[in-house]
DNA sequence: GCAATAGGGGATCAATTTATCCCTATATGA
DNA sequence: TCATATAGGGATAAATTGATCCCCTATTGC
């Protein structure tokens, strides 16, 4: 596995809950945990874009920071379960701040993204 | 300067909000522009464990997402003066939450993030 | 026997992000 | 004359993250 080769800012609140969800992947899963898509097999379903191995990793490391827990089922074919711990799902209002922001400003986000500088006239200066 | 290879996803207010959050420093920045610390020099000595560099390339990324405005004095030595615009200031709230939620949970977060699977007990399954 | 199902992991490559190093400009004060 | 303060950028290296490819387990059904 990666080791890491800097040590992580813990200073504050922001850095704290930083190291927990970055992840390309990470929020969504705990959203849709918390929506009732525990099986790997459906998550990967919801989330087609992310390829089964980076979910896997990025799910254990939300079960590493106890946001989630794993159930196995001794079965055949394998099943299992994840679920969010109660500390995980103190996040869920939090993921939901996040998201109705981005909903609220979609158009403009969406052009504001999408633009990526063709001919805009940022340099004009704002000279006083 | 750097060009992007892959598309992003845009399907959500989740992916949307990723766009222009995501970098490492860029919260903090609006953070404390916010709190009126409008200098880069101000900023960098706020953020010292970020380069110069880096602060103004996010800065400019949040220039161009239109989250904050850069005012040029032309003065020597100059001067320059970043705002949060409207756009931006919406965003303060939500940083806010983030921020909370990070101190509220401070010491388990440290924890979990600090032990690094130190002889963990994670693998014991948790079979039914 | 062979494919399908369901979950997982190692090795490796590609993409992205952050950090480093060095260079520019101008006025002020020692 | 030289260091300092202020703001910025190019080139490049290092770190980190994500994506790909291929392989393994065991049972059920054809």
Same mark, same amino acid.
């Given at each position: 596995?990666?080791?890491?080769?800097?040590?992580?800012? *813990? /200073?504050? @609140?922001?850095?704290?809950? @930083?190291?927990?969800?970055? =992840?390309?992947?990470?929020?969504?899963?705990?959203?849709?945990?918390?929506?009732?898509?525990?099986?790997?097999?459906?998550?990967?379903?919801?989330?087609?874009?992310?390829?089964?191995?980076?979910? /896997? !990793?990025?799910?254990?490391?939300?079960?590493? &920071?106890?946001?989630?827990?794993?159930? !196995?089922?001794?079965?055949?074919?394998?099943?299992?379960?994840?679920? *969010?711990?109660?500390? @995980?799902?103190? *996040?869920?209002?939090?993921?939901?701040?996040? =998201?109705?922001? =981005?909903?609220? &400003?979609?158009?403009?986000?969406?052009?504001?993204?999408?633009?990526? /500088?063709? =001919?805009?006239? *940022?340099?004009?200066?704002?000279?006083?």
């Amino acid at each position: 596995m990666y080791e890491r080769k800097t040590t992580p800012n *813990l /200073n504050c @609140g922001l850095d704290l809950i @930083g190291e927990v969800l970055y =992840g390309k992947w990470k929020i969504r899963l705990l959203w849709f945990i918390d929506q009732g898509y525990q099986r790997p097999s459906e998550l990967q379903r919801k989330i087609p874009d992310a390829s089964r191995r980076v979910l /896997n !990793i990025q799910l254990k490391e939300l079960e590493e &920071h106890e946001l989630v827990t794993r159930k !196995i089922y001794p079965v055949v074919p394998p099943k299992v379960e994840y679920s *969010l711990t109660d500390f @995980g799902k103190t *996040l869920i209002p939090v993921i939901a701040t996040l =998201g109705q922001w =981005g909903d609220e &400003h979609e158009d403009r986000l969406r052009d504001v993204i999408l633009k990526q /500088n063709v =001919g805009s006239d *940022l340099e004009v200066p704002l000279i006083i």
